[in-house]
């Protein structure tokens, strides 16, 4: 796979919230305006900071979901009650608020929009993948993407009718889907979805990452053809 050029990060800028909507329990789904933007590559995030009245700030990294044609970013957000950015993001923010934004960030977790892939995904470890087949969708490619998501349940999953649309397998943990019983995914699970040639993208919480990781080299794949984004505590790309 050819390694895709890293768009330039040109500081922090300003961004306008256009939209916002709540279509899960418990996260934010934000449309910002980025002034003065640079286009983004599908598998790439934003960093956004807040500052307080007395100077003080926090930031964390969020994916973008758009495709990179798309006129505005779009984050979604999982809201973390310990989380100083998640919160305010998620209960705070209404339309028209600026936000400090810095992006797009990353070179080495995105797709080409050439080459086949394979994308597991745990919970909100989705969103890069939206991105990703937003991107296909629209150059008429979704037949190079091959999607398996794990989550607790559908209503706790992102983008769940988008990805299902999409063919995507979808295992829940807390639920029978269909007439799939409750259970993990497992290394049996992708081996329909695996073609030589393929490259996986994984992205989900640590444990997940792990597993997902030990699955695919199980199956045969090459260490050297898997990337993982791993998600920490605080719910943003390790």
Same mark, same amino acid.
């Given at each position: 796979?050819?390694?895709?050029?890293? !768009?330039?990060?040109?500081?922090?800028?300003?961004?306008?919230?256009?939209?916002?909507?709540?279509? %899960? !329990?418990?996260?934010?789904?934000?449309?910002?305006?980025?002034?003065?933007?640079?286009?983004?590559?599908?598998?790439?995030? *934003?960093?956004?900071?807040?500052?307080?009245? =007395?100077?003080?700030?926090?930031?964390?990294? *969020?994916?973008?979901?758009?495709?990179?044609?798309?006129?505005?970013?779009?984050?979604? #957000?999982?809201?973390? =009650?310990?989380?100083?950015?998640?919160?305010?993001?998620?209960? #705070?923010?209404?339309?028209?608020? @600026?936000? @400090?934004?810095?992006?797009? %960030?990353?070179?080495?977790?995105?797709?080409?929009? #050439?080459?086949?892939?394979?994308?597991?995904?745990?919970?909100?470890? #989705?969103?890069?993948?939206?991105?990703?087949?937003?991107? !296909?969708?629209?150059?008429?490619?979704?037949?190079?993407?091959?999607?398996?998501?794990?989550?607790?349940?559908?209503?706790?999953?992102? *983008?769940?009718? @988008?990805?299902?649309?999409?063919?995507?397998?979808?295992?829940?943990?807390?639920?029978?889907?269909?007439?799939?019983?409750?259970?993990?995914?497992?290394?049996?699970?992708?081996?329909?979805?695996?073609?030589?040639?393929?490259?996986? *993208?994984?992205?989900?919480?640590?444990?997940?990452?792990?597993?997902?990781?030990?699955?695919?080299? @199980?199956?045969?794949?090459?260490?050297?053809? %898997?990337?993982?984004?791993?998600?920490?505590?605080?719910?943003?790309? !390790?």
């Amino acid at each position: 796979m050819t390694e895709p050029f890293r !768009a330039a990060d040109r500081g922090w800028r300003t961004a306008t919230v256009s939209g916002l909507r709540r279509p %899960i !329990a418990r996260a934010v789904q934000l449309r910002l305006d980025v002034h003065d933007r640079v286009d983004h590559l599908p598998g790439q995030h *934003y960093v956004v900071r807040l500052t307080a009245p =007395d100077g003080y700030t926090a930031q964390r990294s *969020y994916s973008v979901a758009s495709a990179p044609g798309d006129p505005l970013v779009e984050l979604f #957000v999982e809201r973390l =009650d310990d989380g100083e950015v998640s919160t305010h993001l998620a209960d #705070v923010v209404e339309p028209g608020d @600026e936000l @400090e934004v810095r992006g797009p %960030i990353g070179g080495w977790f995105v797709w080409d929009t #050439v080459s086949p892939a394979l994308l597991v995904a745990g919970g909100s470890g #989705v969103v890069p993948f939206v991105a990703m087949l937003r991107t !296909a969708r629209a150059l008429g490619r979704t037949d190079l993407l091959r999607i398996a998501v794990s989550a607790r349940t559908r209503e706790e999953l992102p *983008y769940a009718d @988008e990805l299902e649309e999409a063919g995507a397998l979808v295992v829940l943990t807390r639920e029978a889907n269909g007439i799939r019983p409750p259970g993990r995914l497992t290394a049996m699970d992708l081996v329909p979805l695996w073609e030589p040639g393929q490259t996986a *993208y994984v992205c989900g919480s640590s444990g997940f990452a792990e597993a997902a990781g030990r699955f695919l080299v @199980e199956l045969g794949v090459d260490p050297a053809e %898997i990337r993982v984004e791993q998600f920490g505590p605080s719910g943003g790309p !390790a």
